[in-house]
Antibody, heavy 123, light 107 residues
Framework: EVQLVQSGAEVKKPGDSLKISCKAS????????IGWVRQMPGKGLEWMGI????????RYSPSFQGQVTISADKSISTTYLQWSSLKASDTAMYYC????????????????WGQGTLVTVSS | DIQMTQSPSSVSASVGDRVTITCRAS??????LAWYQQKPGKVPKLLIY???SLQSGVPSRFSGSGSGTDFTLTITSLQPEDFATYYC?????????FGGGTKVEIK
């Protein structure tokens, strides 16, 4: 069974750094892209970026480029999303999600999702 | 960036109704479109990919159609568990983008 298990909720202050994680199991971790999606309170879904754990090839949304860093550690089947200096506007739920591959083809849509990590940034 | 515009933003419907949600892309995306369902406090769930392919395990009352710039998600015979927010997502090019969502509410 494919599972993506994310790290727990975080409460941070503006200016703090943070790294949240997404641990994969049940499939070949290095063979599927993993994306990150933000959902601010009461709002819609926003794609942040995506990483291919096999070679750490990463693509970012221009809206998030330079604001976050996405990385992966193949040895423990885990991807990360990190901030060097949080803002109150980073308060949101963050999801990791695996790229869909079906019938020998892959699509840049997401079929398996982590449970989400709620990040609250408040002074 | 490709902008995705969903309509309506909300719809009130009754159990058993047919519901249609539209998604329009700001430029052609062939059939590279997905639909997700999200219930309050829950994780998004993939319903449809490649515009019309039903994800495994999704009931057949959900269907998708369209290509180019105009796409439709149809729910035939709405069930109580279908009351949720639905999002489209273009999978044609980076940056990936989602529509603003359509909330399906109980009439």
């Amino acid at each position: 069974e494919v599972q993506l298990v994310q790290s727990g909720a975080e409460v941070k202050k503006p200016g703090d750094s943070l790294k949240i994680s997404c641990k994969a199991s049940g499939y070949s971790f290095t063979s599927y892209w993993i994306g990150w999606v933000r959902q601010m309170p009461g709002k819609g879904l926003e794609w942040m970026g995506i990483i291919y754990p096999g070679d750490s090839n990463t693509r970012y949304s221009p809206s998030f480029q330079g604001q976050v860093t996405i990385s992966a550690d193949k040895s423990i089947s885990t991807t990360y999303l990190q901030w060097s200096s949080l803002k109150a506007s980073d308060t949101a739920m963050y999801y990791c999600a695996r790229r869909l591959c079906s019938g020998g083809s892959c699509y840049v849509s997401f079929d398996s999702w982590g449970q989400g990590t709620l990040v609250t940034v408040s002074s | 960036d490709i902008q995705m515009t969903q309509s309506p933003s909300s719809v009130s419907a009754s159990v058993g109704d047919r519901v249609t949600i539209t998604c329009r892309a700001s430029q052609g995306i062939s059939s590279w479109l997905a639909w997700y369902q999200q219930k309050p406090g829950k994780v998004p769930k993939l319903l449809i990919y490649a515009a019309s392919s039903l994800q495994s395990g999704v009931p057949s009352r959900f269907s998708g159609s369209g290509s180019g710039t105009d796409f439709t998600l149809t729910i035939t015979s709405l069930q109580p568990e279908d009351f949720a927010t639905y999002y489209c997502q273009q999978a044609n090019s980076f940056p990936l983008t989602f529509g603003g969502g359509t909330k399906v509410e109980i009439k």
